[in-house]
């Protein structure tokens, strides 16, 4: 029953409670229930009112349209539509983590962000720009380290296609040239096809802000959305964004869910701790004027320290230090969950990098207590100097995780 309604067990206890103290349900045995008359006589009264309405007639017409066109392969125009399962972005800073984890979940495949954070490696990934501390760290990759992210998401079960038209958009204050809209339209064409057909979700990078979050839908020409902002008002709808207002900076970028893989579960852990290792190093390809590993650390604290405060980027420090402090908790949730599936050899490097992430975690958690995320906030120099030393406590934090994970990756 919970796979059917998309609760949690406990959440579904509750309600199955609710039903039994009204006489709607009653206990056959155990984890047996059954509609009372008077919870038959209910749901036949709401069936009806639910069979003549204008609401269901449209939902059976679309349904109608939809379905010839999966049989004949071909999209079909309606006004609106909206996948019919629940698809939710999960909480992170790191909006792609989010908007994956969100999507698997959905598609069936169960895993948390720590899981695709994990996986993907993108949890390990410490990227700060050189100088000035720009918030666009956690996500300046370079492409081919982003596409290696992607096709890890196999490991969770799925093969990826990505789109990506390597502009800004828009790529003025003015507006988005024609070239610009040519682009945005026909990529909303495509994840129209890709619901109407398939009926999976799409991640899609600027849905009103320079973020990932989920297309779960269409009305018109506008996107049905699931992003960071329903954590920042639970329970209220979002509102559908027209497609020609995304906010892409650097590129439009749309993620695809292609098709069920089988996944080796020894194989994908072990390519999964190398991928970790190779990224928490800094191996990982960068985009110029960009470091990574631990040495980025060192970058950030020197910024801190030697910039006058006019050169000083308050939201660069607030935002990268609250995607860094996640990051390194996601690591250490995920290496914990991995150590359990390892021979009693392994698990305890493994066991004992994931503590000293945790270590970074809580370091870099005094940090953003300095720094809370505000696009602007003072930062005096006595701030500044005790940031500096987190930041290097936290990069001693790194350095004996990598330690570790060497020792089995």
Partial sequence: MSQATLLSKTALAN??????????????????????????????????????????????KDLMKRSYGRAFGQPVEVDRYELDYRVEYQGCWLSLIGALAGSLNALGTKCSAADVGGYTGYSFLVNVSRGETCPSGPTAMHIRTFLQMLDAVQSLGWRLKNFEYPHSYPSHPSGPTPEELGVVKGLFERIKREIDLNTRPVVVYGLGAPEYGIVRGYEGESYLVSTFRRLQTPGVVEKPIPYQALIAPGCVDAIFFDKNV?????????????????FAEGRAETQKNYLSGPTAYEEWAAALEELPQSS????GNSYVGACVQEGRGLSSVFLK???RKLPASEAKHVKR??????RGAKTLAEFTKIFPFRFEGQMPASKRKKGAALLRQAMACEESAIQHLRKVA
């Fill in 353 to 358: 990098s994931s503590a000293s992430y945790a």
């Fill in 312 to 315: 000083q980027n308050y939201m």
């Fill in 262 to 278: 089988k996944v080796r579960q020894s194989k994908a852990r072990k390519a999964a701790l190398a991928r970790a290792l190779r």
């Fill in 337 to 339: 969950g991995v150590a």
């Fill in 15 to 60: 309600h199955v409670s609710q039903l039994v103290g009204d006489g709607l349900m009653r206990r056959q045995k155990r984890g047996k229930y059954e509609l009372t008359p008077d919870g038959k006589e209910l749901l036949a009264a709401a069936f009806s009112t639910y069979r003549r309405s204008s609401k269901r007639e449209n939902q059976e």
